[in-house]
């Protein structure tokens, strides 16, 4: 591959130089600080810069976004400690899922047969009800089902299916969710 020919292509980030700076210097410092305990400041400054954000979102400590224009978090999502949105390309959370800590979803990769180690970009969507847990991995273009669960560690290169509980590198599905009706 020839890196001093990269280029980005036709991508573009989404935002005037100025609204990139200031995120850069003074939004995602706050939304990823440490000394900033409370989700509503956060949610707050993340819907500043572009971000759609429902209502009851909580949002820990450490949370890198890259571009907050570039997300859309339905009600009440769950988003843990160290988490890395890395949205070159858009992603969505439906209601009701939870994102654990130190999860990475990552909507950017190169071309690897490109000569010129070409930028490709696509989407994250993942469905209501589903959990992705602790230090999970979910690679661009895929869509977790509804209900669906991906495990400890693992990594979704492909979509999920719904309901369904996922395990390991490359995720594979190991057997239906049930959810239990309360008593």
Not at 9 to 33: D, E, N
Not at 81 to 86: I, T
Not at 134 to 155: D, K, N, P, T, Y
Request: one cysteine or more; aromatic letters at 12%.
């Amino acid at each position: 591959m020839r890196l001093d020919r990269y280029t980005t292509g036709t991508y573009t980030i989404g935002a005037s130089l100025w609204k990139q700076l200031l995120w850069y210097f003074v939004g995602a410092p706050l939304v990823r600080s440490y000394l900033i305990p409370f989700s509503g400041l956060k949610v707050n400054i993340l819907r500043w810069f572009g971000a759609e954000i429902g209502q009851g979102v909580r949002i820990k400590t450490g949370v890198r976004v890259k571009f907050p224009w570039r997300l859309i978090i339905k009600d009440f999502v769950w988003i843990g400690e160290d988490v890395w949105l890395d949205n070159l390309d858009l992603i969505t959370i439906e209601s009701h899922s939870c994102i654990s800590q130190g999860v990475y979803l990552c909507t950017g990769n190169h071309d690897w047969c490109d000569r010129d180690f070409a930028l490709r970009t696509a989407p994250i969507y993942i469905e209501s009800s589903s959990w992705i847990a602790a230090e999970a991995r979910v690679a661009a273009g895929v869509r977790i089902g509804q209900g669906a669960v991906l495990g400890f560690g693992s990594v979704a290169m492909r979509s999920l299916e719904p309901m369904t509980i996922y395990s390991g590198n490359p995720a594979i599905a190991i057997k239906l969710r049930k959810i239990k009706e309360p008593r």
